[in-house]
């Protein structure tokens, strides 16, 4: 299956400081992508889907000047926390929807996650 | 709007006993469904998805699901569970022929299967 890749796996920071996770894919190009959010033994939150060339687009809540999203190319996007402050702390995923030859029917896959603690 | 509910948060079953996982949705149109499966600390691994055709859909490691429109469900299943297979199992729902939205999900349903 298609392959998304996300780094950091984790990441300690500093509050006040900002953090960069990056989302790539792999073998496949990816107009949009999404980002969320994941509270302990909580669902998903979609925080804001990334579309390739333009803005990001933000779910109601989400603060856009906090977290900054970027799709610069087909296969990747990057979210920035900025000023970050522990209650950011939390699991934040991306995922992409593979699409194109040898890829159908709307399949969204994960990155594997990137663990944020700010301290 | 497009809306998911997994009706169980916990389901435990014996090793080697079938397995349920219920779901249920709401969106207006055809819908496309998917399951999930995330384990500690990892993101989520796409199990299988209906998007059209037959209702009864072959994922990965042996599960299945079935769609049943009139009920609004497609509630995942395995005939014969394995401690391996415990972990938080996602539904997730997409409206059809809708461009590039993202998925809603359920609240998740933590699967453990007993040896």
């Known amino acids: 299956g298609a392959v998304v890749s996300q780094h950091p796996s984790w990441v300690i920071c500093k509050s006040g400081t900002s953090v960069k996770i990056e989302c790539r894919s792999l073998?496949?190009?990816?107009?949009?992508m999404f980002w969320y959010r994941q509270f302990p033994k909580q669902s998903l939150m979609l925080m804001a889907t990334s579309n390739e060339g333009s803005k990001a687009t933000y779910e109601q809540g989400v603060e856009k000047d906090k977290f900054l999203i970027n799709h610069a190319s087909l296969t990747l996007s990057t979210l920035t926390v900025t000023s970050a402050h522990p209650e950011d702390s939390s699991f934040y995923i991306c995922?992409?929807?593979?699409?194109?030859?040898?890829?159908?029917?709307?399949?969204?896959?994960f990155g594997e996650g990137s663990w944020l603690t700010v301290v | 709007a497009q809306s998911v509910a997994q009706p169980e948060d916990q389901v435990n079953v014996a090793e080697g006993n079938p397995l349920t996982v219920k779901c249920t949705y709401s969106v207006s149109g055809n819908p496309y469904l998917f399951w999930y499966v995330q384990y500690p600390n990892r993101g989520l691994q796409f199990l299988l998805k209906y998007i059209t055709g037959d209702n009864l859909v072959k994922g990965s490691y042996g599960f299945e699901a079935e769609f049943n429109k009139s009920q609004t469900s497609f509630h995942l299943k395995k005939p014969s569970a394995l401690v391996s297979d415990s972990a938080l199992y996602f539904c997730a729902v997409s409206r059809a022929n809708s461009g590039n939205t993202p998925l809603v999900f359920g609240k998740g349903t933590r699967l453990s299967v007993i040896a």
């Open positions: 073998d496949f190009q990816a107009t949009t």
């Open positions: 995922s992409a929807r593979a699409g194109g030859q040898g890829y159908s029917g709307n399949t969204i896959y």
